[in-house]
């Protein structure tokens, strides 16, 4: 992991990317594990020293194109590797305000999800671009239900229409084509639709009958907004609240103190693709 931070300066105002990264790289030959002759091994220092460079001389627009100028490095300077896998995570920093007035050099920590990319190129291919968003916290009070689920003897879960829906989410898609993409108008479309399938119409929300629909709901939101993806991946893991027993201090219960459960949870996961890309892949 090879954390650090750029700092942009244009005269009085600076911009900044935090990131952390990890490159993952695999050389033609495994003589060093065999044999013990390290000639060709690329040390974890070179590697470090070389996405120090690489942030200094080309700067960091987006983590998209960061790894990517990490990727086009390690392929087109080392013949011997064949295959690199870039993952990139960048803090969420947001440039402060005051009084509506956005500051030159402060930032505020906003944690509205952490936005990570995946690079993969082998030699002679083009790359294979992920971008995602991850650990993002998410949670409706109302509309939100779970019922008509199959039973058995083992089964003590009650059925419900009124629940808390809370969740924490990952999600990550894929790129069709790799020219001329906007990664940050992507990512601000893709963060935007998940709150707004997740959450509903802000004056009066959407009825939620389960986690799979919502997750299904989210995915054909980003699908339909955005052409240039050819799959979307999703995680929403599960958090549980229960209405606190409030009868044994002579209290009435409207489900208006909620206790968290921290485990078990339930997580659910769904990668959703265009049907041209399933017809390519047949």
Wanted: charged letters at 25%; a negative charge.
């Amino acid at each position: 992991m090879i954390k650090l931070l750029r700092i942009r300066r244009d005269s009085k105002q600076h911009h900044i990317k935090e990131v952390e990264a990890c490159v993952h790289i695999r050389l033609d030959s495994v003589n060093e594990y065999v044999h013990g002759d390290n000639s060709a091994v690329i040390p974890t220092d070179t590697i470090k020293n070389i996405v120090i460079a690489l942030a200094k001389c080309n700067g960091i627009d987006t983590i998209e194109q960061f790894a990517l100028d990490i990727c086009n490095h390690f392929m087109s300077s080392f013949s011997h590797v064949v295959y690199i896998k870039t993952y990139i995570q960048e803090l969420p920093w947001r440039r402060l305000q005051q009084k509506g007035i956005p500051h030159v050099h402060s930032f505020i920590f906003v944690p509205e999800g952490i936005r990570f990319c995946e690079v993969e190129q082998s030699p002679n291919g083009r790359p294979v671009i992920f971008s995602g968003i991850k650990d993002l916290k998410l949670k409706k009070t109302g509309l939100s239900g779970f019922e008509g689920f199959h039973r058995d003897k083992y089964t003590t879960l009650p059925e419900t229409t009124d629940r808390v829906l809370s969740a924490e989410l990952f999600c990550k898609w894929c790129y069709d084509e790799c020219q001329d993409i906007d990664f940050d108008c992507i990512w601000d479309i893709v963060h935007q639709s998940v709150l707004e399938a997740f959450a509903g119409p802000p004056e009066c929300g959407e009825y939620s009958p389960s986690y799979q629909k919502t997750v299904n709901d989210i995915q054909m939101l980003i699908l339909a907004r955005v052409p240039q993806l050819k799959e979307v991946e999703i995680i929403l893991n599960n958090i549980h609240y229960y209405d606190s027993d409030l009868k044994k201090l002579g209290l009435s219960s409207e489900k208006e103190v909620m206790i968290p459960v921290e485990t078990p949870y339930g997580s659910c996961t769904c990668i959703l693709r265009r049907k041209k890309c399933l017809e390519e892949q047949a």
